[in-house]
């Protein structure tokens, strides 16, 4: 499936921002899976100095240097990507219990057993999972039963909960948005020993043909990968919209939180009150002539 | 265990027989004076106090007590090869960490491998991702580690420090307080100097510089700032290398460099000495909190323009459990044996380890395997997050005791520097005596390496560097500073006009009988301290009822008070100002004001508190005179007298125009106040005798060019010192001083050829009152000009308010 994926970023100060820098993760991660066919970023007014490189994590960064005083900015990603859907979850994966020890000798699952800057651990996320993690049932089978019931259990709701909402108070609400959910998951996994991280992207916005509309369209979308084991490696799922995620989502990057790949962050001197108004489109492209 | 042995006595081997490296020093110590010892230890007391390194302000981690401790007078001795194992022994254990620290923010194999279990490394809040694989090292340029000999003998690394480093300006303050105060024991015994090792240092910090960049801010320590414990310390080292002291506010990266901002402009950085832990540096990349970091300082580093001494990630190397694994990691990475070893340290994610703290509970503190400074923790969670070290007993050493030698536990910390070559270690250091329950406590020692005959190690010669241009300017003066040195300045002068107002108002009140003059005076005073803001309206007198008065003006200068607040402020920014000031400057800003402050809580009568004022009027003069005297002109001088003159010009406009508010018939009494309060009766008298007029009164007081208590003095000054302002004199701001110094003149002057001076006088009141209005508006002007009164850098797109959160992140 090939999409063409537009992010606008805009900020409308109230007084002119004398200084500004900016930490970018707007540029889709190429994986085996993901095919990045072309991406740009243009930034209106034009930075003073650019640089860009791979975060930690390996997720396309880009900074930006403003130094001359501006009333606005908007930042463009335009993107253009081939995906095809993850091989399917193997039929047998190890008993949960055992991928704390197998993470703990592999840096790069090791790395997302522990809490994170914002999401430190919450006995009340554990009781969440736990149910479906019994003694000695195999990870992939506890992850698969969780994700179909979790819309049964959070309700998505638009406006209650912002990016810095903790994880008590979204499992007291019983509902919020996918980044909730995701940093809810996040948490519980990593508390049961199982090594769990944050992803960044976009999901499509129509629905295969007989298919429902998802939820989490128009705007960056947020899911969760979890290691299961050495041979399934990470299976992302996304349980806003309870399934496992195939050709319908677009990765931007991930990491250990929203923190770690927050689309847009920056660190500004002056500007007052300001809005932001952001936008994403994202199509089908035409299938690609051969 | 080692718990269970004697611990070792560093004067007095096991039989009882003093070591032969105490021999010179004993004898020095026997032949002083009956109670000699005792009476060198007050002296050292009291140098420290003087110097002031004590502080005025309580610092805030530890309220009400003293940053500084007390030197012991008996030094802590190694011999000459001791002291090379030791260094020896540091420099592996610094190139160990240097590799450990490389590998795992390049290619991690030491994880991989499982060298190193991942609980040190990915929870350590001190692990900065966005170092890995881009931000290359060095990462180590200067180390210290603390030692204890245990019962054994050995010396042990306690802890590794590579980020506060805190200790090595004590250790050279300490040793020239010993230096005067123990001439004789100084003498006595070969002891190796400190002074090569912090001429390496500039030389290390001139040449990561680079030749070419000479400027002042070149190189500069960014420390948290005055709050910090350790603010004193940072002065200090900031002195002794030349460099600049800065905070993070005085920063700014730009177009991937960083700059410090100046009263010239922006001035380049190339190395940065950070005194502020590397997960604060950069708030836009590394989290935390805007105020404390400068965000594009790891652009800066990226882009290769500038280089932070230790690198922002070297806080890894402190992980607690880490040392558990140093014997191993010294053979795999640097195929040698650890020479030095480690206090005892389990990390009990390894089974037996696990087994042999559970065997001895007690005889171990528990902390956290990947967070150093996290303190001792509670059992409980998961054992491979934890690490155990060993409570060891520490060697005895002889520390004074009252009158006498006790023998003390002492702990010793020993500073490296990287020169470019290879480690050298500080022949020198800090002891800290311990206290009964082992808590390293507020006595140190100082440390001396006797040298062998002839064994005198020379290091690299030193660094050629043209010959300086001469120069005369004040260098480069970062704006903060200047905005702190004009507050001191206005801050020491408020703090005169309100003494003198109040010792005024005190002195009428103490008359008894009070004459109906005295209460008009007292009335007239009144709204002078009210303006002041010394008394509130409801402590105005009424109808002779002046108790709320009395009480008031009492209160002001007790905890909470107006008067106590102003002293409060005026010792917050002289340790804000504090690497521009002399020892000397600094003990004449600080001693009296310290007393002055103590008298003024204490001041129970009417009398006291006069006397207390009296002190704080001297107080004033002195730091006026010790700047005449002492301070360079241009620069921090200019900001300091700039302060001090549009202070005593708003204040004289001020008084002024409230004691003439009053009818015709009462102008004698009011002008004879403002010769009072101007300090300009005795001219008065010489020059008129004692009859008492308007115009020659306002003349002395406002218009003489010559009076420096008068109103036009102080505003020529400031005219002449804003067209001054080094690197950039402002034509606007001492034009507008100088129309301020006309109305001045033109008051006077009107009052002079007036038929009725007293009705003219009188008139003025309004105009002196606005006068004041526009010194206060000319003293903002000059803040926004010079003090660069940015906004505060503010974060975007975490905050809540920040980002719309519809359908998602």
Redesign the interface.
């Known amino acids: 499936m090939i999409y063409r994926v537009r992010h606008v970023t805009a900020y409308a100060y109230e007084l002119p921002v004398e200084m500004a820098t900016h930490l970018l993760h707007l540029t889709p991660r190429p994986l085996p899976r993901q095919r990045v066919l072309n991406t740009s970023l243009s930034c209106d007014p034009a930075p003073a100095r650019r640089s860009e490189g791979l975060d930690h994590f390996g997720n396309p960064t880009a900074w930006l240097y403003l130094d001359r005083p501006h009333a606005r900015l908007t930042v463009t990603a335009d993107s253009i990507m081939e995906v095809t859907a993850p091989a399917p979850l193997p039929t047998a994966t190890p008993p949960w219990e055992a991928i704390r020890g197998l993470a703990l000798a592999r840096a790069e699952a090791a790395e997302f057993l522990f809490p994170s800057p914002t999401l430190p651990p919450v006995e009340a996320a554990r009781a969440f999972l736990a149910p479906y993690f019994t003694p000695g049932r195999p990870v992939g089978e506890a992850a698969v039963e969780l994700i179909a019931d979790f819309r049964d259990h959070m309700a998505f709701r638009a406006g209650v909960t912002t990016v810095s909402t903790p994880v008590e108070e979204v499992l007291r609400r019983r509902a919020g948005v996918c980044q909730d959910f995701a940093h809810l998951l996040v948490t519980g996994l990593r508390m049961l020993g199982i090594p769990a991280r944050y992803v960044s992207g976009y999901i499509r916005t129509r629905p295969p043909p007989g298919g429902v509309r998802r939820v989490g369209v128009d705007q960056s979308h947020a899911w969760v990968a979890a290691w299961m084991g050495p041979e399934a490696g990470w299976v992302e799922m996304d349980p806003t919209n309870s399934l496992f995620v195939a050709e319908e989502h677009v990765v931007l990057g991930w990491g250990r939180d929203f923190g770690d790949v927050s689309p847009l962050l920056g660190v500004i001197l002056g500007g007052g009150r300001h809005s932001v108004c952001v936008g994403v489109d994202m199509d089908e492209a035409a299938v690609a002539a051969g | 265990m080692s718990d269970a042995a004697e611990p070792v006595d560093e004067m007095v081997d096991g039989r009882g027989h003093v070591r032969p490296r105490w021999r010179g020093l004993l004898g020095a110590l026997s032949s002083l004076p009956e109670g000699g010892l005792a009476a060198r230890a007050r002296l050292l007391d009291r140098a420290f106090e003087e110097e002031g390194s004590a502080g005025l302000l309580p610092s805030p981690a530890s309220p009400g007590q003293r940053a500084a401790g007390r030197l012991d007078p008996v030094p802590l001795l190694l011999d000459g090869t001791e002291f090379a194992e030791l260094s020896q022994g540091l420099a592996q254990r610094a190139r160990l960490l240097e590799a450990v620290l490389a590998d795992l923010y390049g290619p991690?194999s030491l994880?991989?491998g499982?060298a190193i279990?991942?609980?040190l490394v990915?929870?350590n809040p001190a692990f900065l991702?966005?170092c890995?694989?881009?931000v290359p090292g060095p990462f180590l340029h200067l180390y210290a580690a603390d030692l204890i000999r245990g019962a054994d003998g050995r010396w042990r690394v306690a802890a590794d420090s590579v980020v506060s480093m805190e200790g090595l300006a004590q250790a050279y303050a300490n040793r020239s307080h010993m230096a005067r105060t123990l001439p004789e024991c100084a003498r006595a015994v070969q002891m190796r100097p400190l002074r090569p090792f912090v001429d390496a240092w500039r030389d290390v910090l001139q040449r990561a510089a680079g030749a070419e960049y000479a400027g002042a801010a070149a190189v500069a320590l960014l420390t948290p700032g005055v709050a910090h414990p350790q603010w004193a310390e940072h002065v200090t080292l900031a002195r002794d290398l030349s460099c600049a002291l800065a905070e993070a506010g005085d920063l700014?990266?730009?177009?991937?460099v960083l700059f410090l901002k100046t009263l010239r402009g922006l001035q380049p950085v190339r190395v940065l000495l950070s005194r502020v832990p590397g997960a604060l540096l950069d708030?836009?990349?590394l989290?935390g909190r805007?105020a404390l970091g400068v965000?594009?300082l790891l652009?800066a580093v990226?882009?290769g323009s500038l280089s932070v001494h230790n690198h922002p990630g070297a806080g890894l190397a402190e992980a607690p459990a880490l040392p558990a694994f140093l014997p191993v990691l010294c053979r795999d990475l640097l195929g040698e044996e650890l020479a030095l070893p480690s206090v005892e340290t389990l990390w009990l994610g390894d089974p037996a380890s696990l087994a042999r703290y559970e065997a001895a509970p007690t005889g171990y503190v528990l902390r956290r395997a990947g967070e150093a400074g996290a303190g001792a923790v509670e059992a409980g969670g998961d054992p491979?997050g934890w690490a155990a070290v060993a409570r060891g007993a520490a060697s005895l050493a002889p520390t004074l005791v009252g009158e006498h030698l006790e023998p003390r536990p002492v702990a010793l910390r020993l500073f490296l520097l990287h020169d470019g070559a290879g480690w050298r270690c500080l022949p020198g250091g800090v002891a800290r005596v311990a206290d009964a329950e082992g808590r390293s406590g507020e006595i140190s020692k100082d440390v001396w390496v006797l040298s062998e005959e002839g064994a005198e190690i020379r290091g690299p010669g030193a660094l050629q560097v043209p010959a300086l241009a001469i120069r005369r300017a004040a260098g480069d003066l970062p704006s903060r500073v200047a905005d702190n040195l004009f507050w001191l300045g206005r801050y020491v002068e408020r703090l005169d006009d309100s003494a003198r107002l109040m010792r005024a108002a005190m002195a009428r009140l103490d008359r008894a009988p009070m004459l109906p003059r005295d209460l008009a005076e007292v009335a007239a005073l009144s709204r002078c301290l009210l303006d002041a803001k010394l008394i509130t309206e409801e402590e105005l007198p009424t109808s002779g009822d002046d108790a709320a008065l009395r009480r008031a003006l009492l209160q002001s200068g007790r905890g909470g008070g107006r008067l106590h607040r102003l002293t409060g402020e005026v010792a917050r920014l002289v340790e804000g100002t504090r690497d521009r000031l002399t020892g000397d400057m600094h003990a004449a800003f600080t001693l009296p004001l310290r007393d002055c402050r103590a008298a003024l809580m204490e001041a129970a009568t009417p009398a006291a508190l006069g006397a207390a004022l009296g002190g704080l009027v001297r107080y004033a003069s002195g730091v006026a005179g010790v700047a005449a005297e002492n301070m360079v002109r241009g620069g921090a001088h200019t900001f300091l007298d700039l302060g001090r003159r549009l202070e005593r010009g708003a204040s004289v406009a001020a008084l002024l125009g409230h004691l003439l508010a009053e009818p015709p018939a009462r102008v004698e009494s009011a002008l004879a106040l403002s010769l009072e309060l101007c300090d300009s009766v005795i001219t008065y008298r010489t020059r008129y005798l004692h009859l008492l007029q308007p115009a020659p009164a306002l003349d002395l007081v406002m218009a003489d060019p010559a009076n420096p208590r008068g109103l036009v003095f102080q505003l020529a000054a400031a005219e002449a010192l804003l067209a001054g302002v080094e690197g950039g004199g402002d034509p606007t701001l001492s034009g507008w001083a100088g129309r301020l110094r006309r109305e001045g003149e033109a008051m006077a002057a009107e009052v002079a050829e007036a038929s009725d001076p007293a009705l003219a006088a009188t008139r003025l009141s309004p105009r002196l009152l606005s006068l004041e209005n526009s010194v206060g508006t000319l003293s903002d002007a000059i803040g926004r000009r010079y003090f660069t009164l940015?906004?505060?850098?503010?974060?975007?797109?975490?905050?809540?308010?920040?980002?719309?959160?519809?359908?998602?992140?």
């Open positions: 991690q994880l991989a499982g279990p991942p609980e990915f929870p991702r966005p890995c694989n881009s700014t990266a730009r177009g991937g708030p836009l990349e989290g805007t965000s594009g652009d990226r882009a491979r940015v906004a505060a850098p503010r974060l975007l797109g975490v905050d809540t308010a920040e980002v719309p959160v519809r359908g998602a992140a």
